[in-house]
């Protein structure tokens, strides 16, 4: 009979510490289960950036635009010319996104900014390229730097008001839009053969929920990126304007 009494005291004492390790398990996976808890609800409060090709252009250039801030080296020494080709060579996804409509600008544009790639291992700035050029008296010859640069300026700003035409209006095919911002930046240089051909692949522009598919934008982001780019880009083509016009150079061509 003692001998059983023992024998249900040591089971009872068994249980107990089990029961004991039960709790102590479930009181660590609780305390597991909190702070996966508190993870997710870190990754869903501040989500990782994600890089568009938007997004990289316009950051691109609001770093060439504080370059143009007063104080800057840049009033003095003059705008590097490999740090513009560095933000300039991006923008040549958008006229991709953009379709055949502007193909002819986007061969344009590629074909400038690598001649002015390859003109920056030599050249130190903006100003460097058009002294030599007025030197010659070869700005407004083509294949000179000079005029590639003005062509890689027009591009810039066909992209600012191609952008802001869009904001402009809410319409699913972005032809007006389209058709408003190369006749009011590029269609006065283009040849009539050049200017018919853009005119007619409007037609073939992508509507507007595909472009912000190709840009991996919501209408959200695309707006407030496009308004970054053209804030941006403004001073940037101003500041090209400026050399012209100091160095008498009329910008009709």
């Not at 400038?112 to 058009?130: C, G, H, M, P, R």
């Not at 802001?164 to 283009?190: G, I, R, W």
Request: aromatic letters at 10%.
């Amino acid at each position: 009979m003692i001998s059983r009494s023992k024998e249900f005291s040591k089971n009872s004492a068994n249980v107990a510490k089990l029961y004991k390790k039960e709790e102590e398990r479930k009181k660590v996976m609780e305390e597991e289960e909190e702070d996966d808890t508190f993870e997710d609800a870190v990754c869903t409060t501040t989500p990782a950036k994600i890089n568009t090709p938007l997004s990289v252009i316009t950051e691109a250039f609001e770093d060439l635009a504080d370059l143009l801030k007063p104080a800057s080296s840049v009033e003095e020494d003059g705008l590097r010319l490999d740090a513009f080709c560095g933000a300039c060579t991006h923008v040549a996804i958008l006229f991709s996104c953009l379709g055949f409509a502007f193909k002819f600008a986007e061969m344009e544009y590629v074909s400038k900014v690598k001649d002015l790639v390859e003109a920056s291992k030599t050249f130190d700035t903006l100003q460097n390229i058009l002294d030599l050029d007025v030197e010659k008296e070869t700005v407004k010859t083509p294949g000179s730097h000079s005029r590639n640069l003005r062509r890689v300026r027009q591009g810039l700003d066909l992209i600012r008001a191609i952008f802001e035409q869009f904001l402009m209006t809410d319409e699913y095919s972005l032809k007006d839009a389209a058709t408003t911002a190369y006749t009011e930046v590029c269609a006065p240089f283009h040849t009539w053969a050049v200017r018919t051909a853009v005119y007619a692949g409007m037609y073939t522009l992508p509507t507007r929920d595909q472009l912000l598919l190709r840009l991996n934008e919501t209408d959200q982001s695309v707006e407030k990126n496009m308004r970054r780019y053209m804030e941006a880009s403004r001073p940037i083509i101003e500041y090209i304007d400026k050399l012209y016009i100091e160095r008498n150079i009329t910008l009709d061509w």
